[in-house]
């Protein structure tokens, strides 16, 4: 997660930078390509993240609806009238 951080603080860094009027032309595009790549891995971090809080909340609610349910019947509405 401190990878994470540190990635987030440098583009914010590199943000800082391009609003900067006197900053040559050449060196605002490399910093935006810099912004481009750390924002691409950023995103692709925040999806794994965003799959494994998916996972952790499914299992919690399988497992939550497991114990509610341990006391009922099962119900087949295939075979109800």
Same mark, same amino acid.
């Given at each position: 997660?401190?990878?994470?951080?540190?990635?987030?603080?440098r *583009?914010?860094?590199?943000?800082?930078?391009? &609003? /900067?009027?006197?900053l040559?032309l050449? !060196?605002?595009?490399? +910093?935006?390509?810099?912004? *481009?790549?750390i924002?691409k891995?950023l995103? &692709? /971090?925040?999806k794994?993240?965003?799959? !494994?809080?998916?996972? +952790?909340?499914?299992s919690?609610?399988?497992?939550?609806?497991?114990?509610?349910?341990?006391?009922?019947?099962?119900?087949f509405?295939?075979?109800?009238?």
């Amino acid at each position: 997660m401190k990878d994470f951080e540190q990635s987030l603080a440098r *583009l914010e860094e590199i943000n800082e930078s391009i &609003k /900067d009027a006197g900053l040559p032309l050449e !060196k605002s595009i490399a +910093l935006f390509e810099e912004g *481009l790549k750390i924002a691409k891995k950023l995103e &692709k /971090d925040l999806k794994k993240v965003e799959q !494994k809080v998916e996972i +952790l909340i499914n299992s919690d609610d399988s497992a939550a609806s497991d114990t509610d349910n341990k006391d009922k019947e099962p119900e087949f509405s295939l075979f109800s009238g």
